[in-house]
């Protein structure tokens, strides 16, 4: 069973009672009979940072856990309560990167499936680096710039579209 999968709610938050899965509105939903609710499956927010040096190297991390421990990809990661994507994003690169930036301006806003958290909303936003020092932290086991002509294979496919856009912009 994926983790995604071990995720999904079973019982209602509600009463307790067992969920099932009935069709409403054209899809299928986590429903409640006890109580007649139905329990939306939302999507996760999670960020994405681009952060380039000159308009040439692309700021990336070695992920040290799942999922794609030791692949690299953009620094990043999921939303907090209570923080708005811009400050999340800004929260993340600090924590993986040591770096502290400005955002400068969204990018694109991604769906993926991931088979480790179920549905995510990636959110990717170019960040201009203000200073701190670069060094790998939290979840991050290496960081360092790569030239966009010459990327390590990234782990998750959401990265790789935001790179593709952000060098169709012209950095």
């Not at 400050?87 to 993926?112: N, P, Q, W």
């Amino acid at each position: 069973m994926a983790a995604a999968e071990r995720r999904r709610r079973r019982f209602c938050s509600f009463c307790g009672e067992q969920l099932k899965r009935v069709s409403r509105g054209g899809r299928m939903r986590l429903y409640c009979s006890s109580c007649d609710t139905v329990h939306y499956e939302n999507p996760l927010p999670a960020t994405a940072a681009l952060v380039l040096k000159g308009d040439e190297d692309l700021l990336l991390v070695r992920r040290g856990m799942e999922p794609g421990k030791g692949k690299w990809g953009l620094p990043g990661g999921f939303v907090e309560a209570g923080e708005a994507p811009s400050e999340g994003v800004l929260r993340e690169l600090k924590e993986e990167t040591g770096l502290i930036g400005e955002v400068e301006r969204l990018i694109d806003v991604l769906y993926e499936d991931s088979p480790f958290y179920g549905p995510l909303i990636i959110i990717g936003y170019k960040v201009i680096p203000q200073g701190g020092d670069l060094l790998a932290g939290d979840d991050a086991v290496e960081v360092r710039y790569f030239p966009l002509n010459g990327l390590p294979r990234v782990a998750f496919d959401s990265h790789m579209t935001l790179i593709e856009e952000i060098e169709r912009m012209g950095a």
